[in-house]
């Protein structure tokens, strides 16, 4: 809620209070939220630890602030690996780029020819990551069955990255139809179920049904518009 309101400095108090615990989850939005303070030195530890744990997108993002902030390509390329072998995309792909630097093109060219499938990778702003979370933390206690918090997240982060073109909102369904081809009935569908979950008890949650049918609509709408 904190990180939601901006308040990075409180979010970061109870994000590292979580991530004492040893959730690899909450290690991970620690690590991110120093990031967005530039406390590299802090994002490092949390970033470490939860990928200590087996954690593929924190030791993706570990093994990029290593590089980029400490210059540490043999820690990068270590991490990169591990979140390669995870089944990590971008990893495998960063990996393979410095295999080659180094001259190892046997290996690189095993990771860049046939790296794992792409998928929709954690969004970019922390709040929307910790609203789904709350979302699912919300829909288990109520009973449901707790969604995925990557799906929840893909969601909220399709709307953010198809929107940011757009100076004014008012009409956004509408605009995205226009550009896209997506029919008005699923843009619509998918715009009730983003503002559930930003809104929680403006409707009922999304069952496990309705959720896949918007994140179907989600990739359709990123594939039309060219949004990776």
Do not use: K
Request: one cysteine or more; hydrophobic letters at 45%; a negative charge.
């Amino acid at each position: 809620m904190a990180l939601s309101r901006g308040d990075l400095r409180t979010a970061r108090g109870w994000f590292e209070q979580a991530a004492a615990a040893g959730r690899a989850c909450d290690q991970r939005m620690a690590g991110f939220v120093c990031v967005e303070l530039g406390d590299t030195a802090a994002a490092s530890h949390w970033f470490g630890r939860a990928a200590a744990g087996g954690d593929a997108e924190a030791a993706y993002n570990y093994g990029l602030l290593l590089i980029a902030e400490f210059g540490d390509l043999a820690g990068g390329r270590h991490w990169f690996r591990q979140a390669a072998q995870a089944g990590h995309h971008e990893a495998a792909v960063e990996l393979g780029g410095l295999l080659s630097v180094a001259g190892e093109h046997g290996e690189a060219q095993a990771w860049l020819s046939d790296p794992p499938p792409p998928a929709w990778a954690r969004p970019a702003e922390p709040e929307l990551t910790a609203r789904a979370e709350l979302a699912a933390a919300a829909i288990g206690r109520g009973g449901g069955e707790p969604p995925a918090v990557a799906d929840l997240a893909e969601v909220l982060s399709t709307w953010d990255v198809v929107t940011r073109p757009l100076h004014d909102h008012s009409d956004v369904v509408a605009w995205l139809v226009a550009r896209s081809g997506v029919h008005l009935s699923a843009v619509e569908h998918l715009a009730s179920v983003r503002g559930t979950l930003l809104r929680p008890g403006s409707s009922p949650w999304p069952g496990q049904g309705e959720l896949q049918h918007v994140l179907t609509t989600a990739r359709d709408l990123r594939r039309r518009l060219g949004v990776r």
